[in-house]
């Protein structure tokens, strides 16, 4: 089986019943008309904010939407036939994206056209649902035609111009893409909001006073599609000690639109990425290295205090070799085969319990545990990807925590997280034993050494 879906591009003016509209609204309204066409086939669909169709839970398209002035852009697509592993393999995404459950879960979450209605409906037929649909969604007439680039069909506006349907382009969800020009260490931070994730990554000048290049980004809704660019435009060449103040200064004179995110998340995500640099002094690690680590407080605490109080050692079992007796138990011997008898070492240098974490479940009976102890935080290494997929479990312990990034093989590039999720993952991950000793180093002692 192959994974097909049928995708257009829509490109209109915004109409002229929608300028009261949000981006938000918009394309809800545009969903709801791919949502009427599908109906025409037979399928009862549900949109979900903000922007998937599902039929009983489960997803069958994704739209999106930008606006660039008066005109909009309307891209999306429905799934025809989906091989759930061959196309997570491909594209390489956390398949905890679509269920906590991973490729059991994913298969949970989707559906297909094939799936609904017994067979794939011929792509004429589709499209004309489609533009049927979209058509009395934006209160226009549809008429046959063609384009240069070919389309599989026109609408007309009613006033002798026209908009194209059927032509499937590549719409860049925007990540925190590198500045080619600059080779130099950039720090880099992730902020997860209820709208998306946001992403920022800046470049520094040689004296480290001003910010030499700037991108934020994410996978998230926003209006006009172009204010983070000029934010960034805003931002260059900035002093590090005036990036909030501009910021604020430029988020308050532009109007815009943010989908379940704030002016404050983009001051967080940027605020994060400027710690770096601290963390960098404090650790005595490359640029490099204070990017891998992710500081989380409550109450906004630097990483020097959140340190301070840790109380406990996290380790995640993937680090263990899986021929070790204790991969899926907690504890080591510290025979010295692995990163992680280093970690337990450190622990038990500085007087801090080590703990294996088995599964997902048994990190969070720990997290319980420790809130029960009164413990308030916690040194710890995991991936990143697990990070921004158990996001919740992390900020819901209320824990207090400096994480860092494992590397080599780990569950979500293998596409294995069901796997890890049980425990039952095979491969290893490895530890950056050099910034783990650089952080435990700012741990104050709480038993006398016993060794070197
Ligand atoms: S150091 Fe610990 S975890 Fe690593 S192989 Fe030895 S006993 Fe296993």
Redesign the pocket.
């Known amino acids: 089986m192959w994974t097909t879906r049928l995708a257009w591009s829509l490109v209109l003016p915004v109409p002229g019943s929608w300028r009261r509209r949000g981006l938000a609204g918009m394309l809800e309204g545009l969903c709801g008309g791919v949502a009427d066409g599908l109906r025409r086939l037979g399928l009862d669909l549900r949109f979900k904010a903000p922007n998937d169709l599902e039929i009983g839970g489960r997803k069958i398209a994704s739209c999106y939407l930008a606006r660039a002035g008066d005109g909009l852009l309307f891209h999306g697509s429905v799934l025809e036939d989906v091989d759930i592993a061959r196309t997570l393999k491909a594209l390489r995404v956390p398949t905890e994206k679509l269920s906590p459950n991973g490729l059991a879960g994913a298969r949970q979450r989707l559906t297909t056209l094939r799936q609904e209605l017994g067979d794939v409906p011929p792509a004429d037929v589709l499209k004309a649902a489609l533009a049927a649909g979209l058509s009395a969604s934006l209160g226009l007439a549809p008429v046959p035609g063609t384009a240069d680039p070919p389309v599989a069909g026109r609408v007309d506006r009613g006033d002798g111009r026209d908009i194209g349907i059927g032509r499937a382009i590549a719409v860049d969800a925007g990540d925190a893409g590198s500045d080619a020009a600059d080779d130099a260490p950039q720090a880099e931070a992730l902020w997860r909001t209820p709208g998306g994730l946001l992403r920022a990554r800046l470049g520094f000048d040689a004296d480290g006073h001003r910010l030499a290049s700037v991108r934020i980004a994410g996978d998230v809704l926003i209006d006009p599609i172009d204010l983070l660019d000029r934010l960034e435009n805003e931002l260059r060449g900035t002093p590090i000690a005036d990036v909030h103040r501009r910021m604020a200064r430029f988020l308050a004179h532009e109007p815009f639109e943010f989908w379940r995110f704030s002016g404050d998340d983009l001051h967080r995500v940027v605020r994060r990425a400027l710690d770096r640099l601290h963390e960098r002094r404090l650790f005595e690690v490359s640029l490099e290295q204070a990017n891998r680590l992710t500081v989380m407080d409550p109450d906004g605490s630097p990483a020097e205090d959140i340190v301070g109080r840790a109380a406990v050692v996290l380790v995640p079992y993937c680090a263990?070799?899986s021929w070790?007796?204790?991969?899926h138990r907690d504890g080591?011997?510290?025979?010295?085969?692995?990163?992680?008898?280093e970690a337990?070492r450190l622990g038990r240098q500085r007087g801090l319990p080590v703990v294996t974490i088995t599964d997902y479940e048994h990190l969070c009976r720990t997290f319980a545990a420790l809130r029960r102890r009164g413990v308030e935080g916690f040194i710890g290494m995991c991936c990143q990807n697990f990070f921004i997929k158990r996001h919740r479990a992390f900020r819901d312990s209320g824990l207090s925590m400096v994480l860092m990034d494992v590397t080599g093989s780990n569950c979500y590039e293998l596409g294995q997280e069901e796997a890890a999720y049980r425990g039952a993952f095979e491969a290893k991950a490895d530890l950056d034993i050099p910034l783990l000793r650089a952080v435990m180093r700012r741990v104050p002692s709480r038993t006398p050494r016993t060794d070197g």
């Open positions: 263990k070799p070790c007796k204790w991969r080591c011997s510290e025979c010295g085969l692995c990163e992680v008898g337990y």
